[in-house]
């Protein structure tokens, strides 16, 4: 495991006022307004800004390791759909865990692409490890961790409330002093106690945290509590203007893109989620389901991202691939059966204006053209389209007869392929063929 500088010139902040920068020097505040070369301006452009976690939170979850090939493979892919932070992983986690991650850090994180972020427990062993592995991105980001609920700090680290503010301190304080940005997060944030969520976040926000997240950890909050929660971080904790307010939700009860959606509508301008909503327990919350209802309700909440959808139907099959989890067909968004229609009266809607039943157009996610599926709550519309679409011309009289041995085949089968449609118009292909031959003779 490397632990030496993988990227020459590299922004370092010195023990003094000053940061030293490619060779020059310049004063600390005027770093303030700057995250590694991009402008950390928190007017608000109304821009959600999109991390994926795909590659540790996703990662996380039973059964869905990948290999380094692989994980480079989604990263490629992930700077492909445009998101702004790539959580590569936890490089203390392991040997393995670092090379990903500082591969990761050099072929996809260059000037123009993601920022490229690795976990980091409060540990100084963590931080320096993280640094390391991130370095030779271009935008390098340290993620600090640290629990501060009541019931984590008492049966998970036996920490007091004093003593947990002192380790944020000095854990933002000594990744800020490695270079690049830096981000904490009040792990189980939701059951804190507010009055101390707002201390602690005060004090990473103090030594020099750019970015603030307030995760679900556990998915137990609701919209408008996780809604309150956000507002309240943006009300109580001095200088926020400073930072990215953050959201992490996680989907024990469900709602972790609804929460997610009352944390942004809330002020929050950082979202955190993974491909297909893969995570710990019951997952995150699903990048493409978040993505696109700002993309579809873009009047109600007013907020956009620069994910570029045409890649989500692509990536979220690729995730798959890596993991070998299965999308569910009715998933939101990227399921197979998304943009599907069965029943007779939605496929005649939909042929004749998709938007009858499509509140986006398939396309729009990368998906192709109407998906109708056919099975016995078809209608005779659909069932033409199908058969033109094969190739064959039939009159209204044929199409009433294929229609009703469609229906009968239909009740015997869950779903009828186009080899079953092929079986159904041979009879009047051989008939056509047949007179056709005996007009010639």
Same mark, same amino acid.
């Given at each position: 495991?490397?632990?030496?500088?993988?990227?020459?010139?590299?922004?370092?902040?010195?023990?003094?006022?000053?940061?030293?920068?490619?060779?020059?020097?310049?004063?600390?505040?005027?770093?303030?307004?700057?995250?590694?070369?991009?402008?950390?301006?928190?007017?608000?452009?109304?821009?959600?800004?999109?991390?994926?976690?795909?590659?540790?939170?996703?990662?996380?979850?039973?059964?869905?390791?990948?290999? #380094?090939?692989?994980?480079?493979?989604?990263?490629?892919?992930?700077?492909?759909?445009?998101?702004?932070?790539?959580?590569?992983?936890?490089?203390?986690?392991?040997?393995?865990?670092?090379?990903?991650?500082?591969?990761?850090?050099?072929?996809?994180?260059?000037?123009?692409?993601?920022?490229?972020?690795?976990?980091?427990?409060?540990?100084?062993?963590?931080?320096?490890?993280?640094?390391?592995?991130?370095?030779?991105?271009?935008?390098?980001?340290?993620?600090?961790?640290?629990?501060?609920?009541?019931?984590?700090?008492?049966?998970?680290?036996?920490?007091?409330?004093?003593?947990?503010?002192?380790?944020?301190?000095?854990?933002?304080?000594?990744?800020?002093?490695?270079?690049?940005?830096?981000?904490?997060?009040?792990?189980?944030?939701?059951?804190?106690?507010?009055?101390? #969520?707002?201390?602690?976040?005060?004090?990473?926000?103090?030594?020099?945290?750019?970015?603030?997240?307030?995760?679900?950890?556990?998915?137990?909050?609701?919209?408008?509590?996780?809604?309150?929660?956000?507002?309240?971080?943006?009300?109580?904790?001095?200088?926020?203007?400073?930072?990215?307010?953050?959201?992490?939700?996680?989907?024990? #009860?469900?709602?972790?893109?609804?929460?997610? #959606?009352?944390?942004?509508?809330?002020?929050?301008?950082?979202?955190?989620?993974?491909?297909?909503?893969?995570?710990?327990?019951?997952?995150?919350?699903?990048?493409?389901?978040?993505?696109?209802?700002?993309?579809?309700?873009?009047?109600?909440?007013?907020?956009?991202?620069?994910?570029?959808?045409?890649?989500?139907?692509?990536?979220?099959?690729?995730?798959?691939?890596?993991?070998?989890?299965?999308?569910?067909?009715?998933?939101?968004?990227?399921?197979?059966?998304?943009?599907?229609?069965?029943?007779?009266?939605?496929?005649?809607?939909?042929?004749?204006?998709?938007?009858?039943?499509?509140?986006?157009?398939?396309?729009?996610?990368?998906?192709?053209?109407?998906?109708?599926?056919?099975?016995?709550?078809?209608?005779?519309?659909?069932?033409?389209?199908?058969?033109?679409?094969?190739?064959?011309?039939?009159?209204?009289?044929?199409?009433?007869?294929?229609?009703?041995?469609?229906?009968?085949?239909?009740?015997?089968?869950?779903?009828?392929?186009?080899?079953?449609?092929?079986?159904?118009?041979?009879?009047?292909?051989?008939?056509?063929?047949?007179?056709?031959?005996?007009?010639?003779?």
């Amino acid at each position: 495991m490397s632990t030496g500088s993988g990227r020459a010139g590299s922004g370092k902040r010195d023990a003094g006022s000053d940061v030293v920068q490619n060779g020059r020097s310049r004063p600390q505040a005027e770093e303030s307004s700057m995250e590694n070369g991009r402008s950390s301006d928190h007017a608000d452009d109304g821009r959600v800004r999109i991390f994926d976690t795909t590659l540790r939170d996703g990662e996380q979850a039973p059964g869905c390791t990948m290999t #380094l090939e692989e994980k480079v493979a989604v990263a490629h892919q992930l700077a492909r759909l445009k998101v702004d932070v790539i959580e590569a992983g936890f490089p203390a986690a392991s040997e393995g865990d670092w090379t990903a991650v500082n591969q990761i850090a050099r072929e996809v994180g260059g000037l123009y692409g993601p920022d490229i972020c690795g976990l980091a427990r409060a540990k100084e062993r963590d931080i320096d490890l993280c640094w390391t592995a991130v370095e030779p991105a271009a935008n390098a980001r340290i993620h600090i961790v640290l629990a501060t609920s009541d019931l984590h700090m008492k049966h998970k680290l036996g920490m007091t409330r004093a003593q947990v503010v002192a380790a944020v301190a000095a854990a933002v304080s000594h990744a800020c002093s490695l270079g690049g940005q830096v981000e904490f997060s009040a792990e189980d944030a939701v059951r804190t106690d507010p009055q101390f #969520l707002y201390e602690v976040l005060t004090a990473a926000l103090d030594c020099g945290a750019t970015t603030l997240n307030v995760p679900d950890t556990v998915g137990y909050s609701t919209p408008d509590e996780y809604g309150a929660l956000v507002s309240g971080v943006r009300a109580n904790v001095p200088g926020i203007e400073r930072a990215t307010v953050s959201a992490h939700c996680h989907d024990d #009860l469900g709602l972790a893109v609804a929460n997610s #959606l009352a944390a942004a509508r809330a002020g929050a301008r950082q979202v955190e989620c993974t491909i297909n909503g893969i995570g710990e327990r019951a997952g995150n919350a699903a990048l493409e389901e978040f993505v696109m209802a700002l993309h579809t309700r873009g009047q109600f909440f007013g907020l956009h991202t620069s994910i570029e959808t045409r890649a989500l139907a692509r990536t979220s099959r690729l995730v798959s691939q890596c993991t070998g989890v299965p999308v569910p067909p009715n998933k939101a968004i990227v399921g197979a059966n998304a943009f599907a229609h069965e029943a007779g009266i939605h496929q005649d809607g939909v042929l004749k204006n998709r938007l009858t039943y499509e509140i986006m157009s398939a396309e729009t996610v990368g998906w192709d053209g109407v998906g109708l599926v056919l099975g016995k709550h078809s209608g005779r519309h659909a069932l033409r389209v199908k058969t033109e679409a094969l190739g064959y011309e039939l009159t209204d009289d044929e199409l009433s007869r294929v229609f009703a041995q469609f229906k009968e085949l239909a009740d015997r089968k869950k779903l009828v392929d186009e080899q079953d449609i092929h079986g159904l118009l041979f009879p009047f292909v051989a008939g056509s063929l047949q007179l056709q031959l005996e007009s010639k003779a």
